[in-house]
């Protein structure tokens, strides 16, 4: 079976492709379970900032039981917006398992979270 001359230059875009792919999980998971991380603490306490945080984690832990305002991020500091935005990363681009699955007891907090706030 003769292979047309294209054959192979298809091949190493699909592969360079893939090998895009996979950088690009493994950069999004890398600054985004961190970020998440220091996010949940954040989300734990009774400030303003710590209210955005929640609302945000919540609305990508359920987007229609949780929608969240985008306009809200405008009141975070650069750092928690930052890492908002690498959570975002990680939840739209890596996609392993579900953002509070990344966290201890994470449907547990989330669940708390969603019914008044801060422990």
């Given at each position: 079976?003769?292979?047309?001359?294209?054959a192979?230059?298809a091949?190493?875009a699909l592969?360079?492709q893939?090998f895009e792919?996979?950088?690009?999980r493994?950069?999004a998971?890398?600054a985004?379970?961190?970020?998440?991380m220091?996010?949940a603490?954040v989300?734990?306490r009774?400030?303003g900032?710590?209210?955005?945080?929640?609302c945000?984690?919540?609305?990508?832990y359920?987007?229609?039981r949780?929608p969240?305002?985008l306009?809200?991020?405008?009141?975070?500091d650069k750092?928690?917006?930052?890492d908002?935005?690498?959570?975002?990363?990680?939840?739209?681009?890596?996609?392993?398992?579900e953002?509070?699955?990344y966290l201890e007891h994470?449907?547990d907090?989330?669940e708390?979270?969603?019914?008044?706030g801060?422990?």
């Open positions: 079976m003769n292979m047309p001359a294209s192979p230059v091949v190493d592969l360079q893939l792919i996979d950088n690009e493994q950069a998971t890398e985004g379970i961190p970020a998440l220091r996010l603490d989300a734990e009774d400030t900032q710590a209210n955005t945080v929640r945000f984690l919540l609305g990508l359920n987007g229609y949780f969240f305002n306009v809200m991020l405008r009141g975070l750092a928690l917006f930052d908002c935005m690498a959570v975002l990363t990680l939840d739209a681009r890596a996609t392993a398992q953002v509070h699955r994470g449907c907090r989330f708390r979270w969603a019914q008044g801060a422990a």
